[in-house]
């Protein structure tokens, strides 16, 4: 079965910390995975995929086959990053996705 | 340009009657999906379109839900004979292409069911 995890319901830091919102997934092919976010009063939206390779208002994501995780990482955690997370996994072999259940991230003052 | 539309953006409904949400994805975007969130849950992905291709219908919840879509153009959900459990958000996303392909996000229909 294929299966997104984000143990995290919620995490807070102050501005200026590192954040790292965990994802594990269970896939039996080649998983493609994304992030999407959702800032307050404003539509699901990609963040970052994991082909790309790039970095997004400072997020990154690294694939890690052997873990089976994709974690999203920030240095310095900004106020306007407070949102819902969604990591998610696109699988090509049954036209499906799946998203895990989402962490908010509270960046305080 | 014109982003995913959903409506209608709240309904309120009894027990046992059946419902139609409707959405209209960006132009030109060969797949849709539709999604369910329930309250403090991630989204559950019910179904996806691609083109003129049959869809896997599995992921549906129960056989009172069924969805269609008209070429690559609009696409309804249809919940029949609604159950209290059914009350959730539903989300529906297009992309250019195939799953995978960045999604876009409607702003969702609040299904409440008393």
């Known amino acids: 079965a294929q299966r997104v995890t984000q143990p995290e319901k919620l995490l807070s830091v102050f501005k200026g910390a590192p954040v790292e919102l965990k994802c594990n997934y269970s896939y039996s092919g080649s998983p493609e995975l994304f992030w999407y976010v959702q800032y307050s009063r404003q539509r699901l939206q990609l963040l970052l995929r994991h082909i790309s390779r790039e970095s997004i208002k400072g997020f990154t994501a690294d694939l890690n086959k052997g873990e089976t995780s994709f974690h999203l990482k920030k240095p310095f955690a900004q106020e306007e990053d407070s949102a819902m997370y969604y990591c998610?996994?696109?699988?090509?072999?049954?036209?499906?996705?799946?998203f895990g259940s989402g962490t908010k991230l509270n960046v305080k003052p | 340009g014109a982003g995913v539309s959903q409506s209608p953006s709240n309904k309120v409904t009894e027990k046992g009657k059946d419902v139609e949400l409707r959405c209209d994805p960006i132009s030109g975007h060969t797949a849709l999906y539709w999604y369910r969130q329930r309250l403090g849950q991630g989204l559950e992905f019910l179904i996806y379109?691609?083109?003129?291709?049959?869809?896997?219908k599995s992921g549906l919840p129960s056989d009172r839900f069924s969805a269609e879509r008209t070429g690559e153009s609009v696409s309804t959900l249809t919940i029949q004979r609604t159950q209290q459990e059914d009350s959730a958000v539903y989300l529906c996303?297009?992309?250019?292409?195939?799953?995978?392909?960045?999604?876009?996000f409607g702003p969702g229909t609040r299904l409440t069911v008393l």
């Open positions: 996303a297009s992309s250019a292409d195939r799953v995978g392909d960045t999604q876009y």
């Open positions: 379109f691609q083109g003129n291709s049959a869809p896997d």
């Open positions: 998610a996994l696109g699988s090509y072999n049954f036209n499906k996705f799946y």
